[in-house]
């Protein structure tokens, strides 16, 4: 369902509305929109064509099973992590176990309040990780938020032992460079390295002055993570003055966020390969030795990407999709006036061997049903849906919803279902809807950011093969090969 041509241009006409943008993932301060919007977007929703306040619409190869409300955690929900039967879900005030054994109702064994956003989740084994990345007074589950420019200030990794899911432990902390926005597990035997991404927003803060053009790598031993420590810090974009290497940004680049460090990072620990989404640059590089990643190519795109957000590897890894986080997350930005090619998916080509690999723009794709103008919709957090043969994958577009795409064909990518929910409100720019959307042993599961923890079901020959494939755990930006 989606809003008429004429009617879509006519909404238009006052200008994009956008919020306050945070390219920190963050929820933005809601901002009013024009009287005239509201009107426009009202007698939209008067005459069905988009969805009503909260109402939910879907292709018909798509079953909404379940939603779990938010609960106890009232704060943003984040991304989404997997292990046997069990679900974990980010929030920022902590993190939800779900088990998910009956995927028609999902069951909360226990909600870990633990704030410090935005709580960016991943499990290993007997272990889960928790990214902060908001000023805090201390490393405890106890802290409060306070000024960054306060020398006690505290940011980085936490620690978890959830041996016990219904009563996991606060095991250790790391601090780390600039905090921890995201971060991404290299598994091995005896250790977990952890990718730390996290950047440099301005000078104004005393810790993390430019240049911060690196990860911090963490190396945490599975039988003592109480001994987790930072091992290392290899600068991605090297470079001389101030602000180091990376993309310039405004105004050498006007649109485009300059590179202060890594959104997202996805590897391929299979194949020892890793995609950066870096906030102006996409790179690939080399994953052989864990503690020492070496760059192998570098890609910019100054037309229509502003902020590098993630990436997604297909399974052959000939392919990699980047998504461009237009507007922050703050911004209405799926609408006629901002187009098909501005806040979508880059899909880029691998082609050649080794480290002599490049990375080679295909096409772009971004959902073209468009969303109200009080409806923040953004390229976000994906995974592929393993059928053999085919790139298939699942990614959420907040307010946008769920949506499923081949890519099969890098220069002709297409949507084949959706799921969605109607905007929140008629009268404001709000954020909402799924910030991660992944599949997992048959089923899709959403983390929206509003209204909780939802479960689809795709039927459709062309994913059905999916549904044979299993696997134990996922993070899904430590990609598995699904068919070694």
């Known amino acids: 369902m989606a809003v008429a041509a004429g009617l879509l241009a006519a909404l238009l006409t006052a200008g994009p509305a956008v919020a306050t943008p945070d390219p920190g993932d963050g929820p933005a301060v809601p901002e009013k929109i024009s009287k005239s919007v509201q009107t426009q977007v009202k007698e939209a929703l008067a005459q069905g064509e988009i969805p009503g306040v909260d109402e939910i619409v879907h292709s018909d190869n798509i079953t909404h099973l379940s939603n779990v409300p938010k609960g106890a955690l009232s704060g943003t929900n984040t991304d989404l992590v997997f292990q ?19 995927p028609k109702a999902p069951r909360t064994v226990s909600q870990v309040l633990c704030p410090g956003g935005q709580n960016d989740i991943s499990v290993s084994g007997n272990l889960l990780f928790l990214s902060t990345d908001s000023s805090r007074s201390d490393s405890s589950c106890n802290s ?92 991605l974009f090297p470079g001389e003055g101030p602000d180091g290497g990376g993309n310039p940004g405004s105004p050498t680049n006007p649109g485009v966020s300059k ?100 990375l080679v723009f295909k096409s772009y794709f971004k959902i073209s049903r468009y969303q109200a103008d009080t409806e923040v919709c953004v390229a976000h957090n994906s995974s592929l849906i393993p059928v053999k043969g085919k790139d298939i994958m699942v990614q959420a577009w907040y307010q946008g919803g769920v949506s499923v795409w081949d890519f099969t064909n890098s220069t002709k990518p297409k949507e084949i279902a959706y799921f969605e929910r109607g905007p929140v409100t008629t009268d404001r720019v709000t954020t909402s809807g799924s910030w991660s959307a992944y599949y997992y042993n048959g089923y899709i599961y959403s983390n929206d950011i509003a209204k909780g923890f939802d479960v689809l079901k795709l039927d459709d020959r062309r994913t059905d093969p999916a549904k044979k494939v299993r696997v134990r755990e996922l993070n899904v930006q430590t990609q598995p090969d699904y068919f070694d």
């Open 259 to 358: 590179t202060t460090g890594c959104h997202d990072i996805t590897v391929l620990p299979s194949k020892d390969l890793a995609a950066g989404a870096c906030m102006g640059d996409g790179i690939l590089f080399s994953i052989k030795d864990p503690e020492r990643p070496k760059v192998i190519d570098r890609v910019q795109d100054n037309v229509n990407f502003a902020f590098w957000h993630s990436a997604t590897f297909n399974q052959k890894t000939n392919k990699v999709v980047f998504t461009d986080e237009l507007g922050g997350g703050g911004a209405a930005t799926c609408n006629a006036e901002i187009g098909p090619n501005r806040g979508a998916n880059g899909i880029y080509d691998i082609v050649g061997k080794g480290d002599k690999r490049k």
């Open 84 to 102: 046997g039967k069990y679900a974990f879900s980010g929030n920022y005030d902590g993190f939800s176990v779900f088990d998910i054994s009956n």
């Open 144 to 235: 409060v938020s306070q000024p960054a420019t306060e020398k006690s200030s505290w940011e980085g990794m936490k620690i978890f032992d959830i041996t016990d899911k219904a009563n996991p432990k606060y095991v250790a902390a790391v601090e780390t460079a600039c905090g921890s926005h995201t971060h991404t597990l290299v598994p091995e035997r005896k250790n977990v390295y952890v990718y730390v991404s996290s950047y440099s927003p301005s000078a104004a803060f005393p810790d993390c002055r430019p240049p911060h053009d690196g990860i911090s790598i963490i190396k945490v031993p599975r039988k003592a993570p109480a001994k987790a420590a930072v091992v290392g810090f290899p600068v």
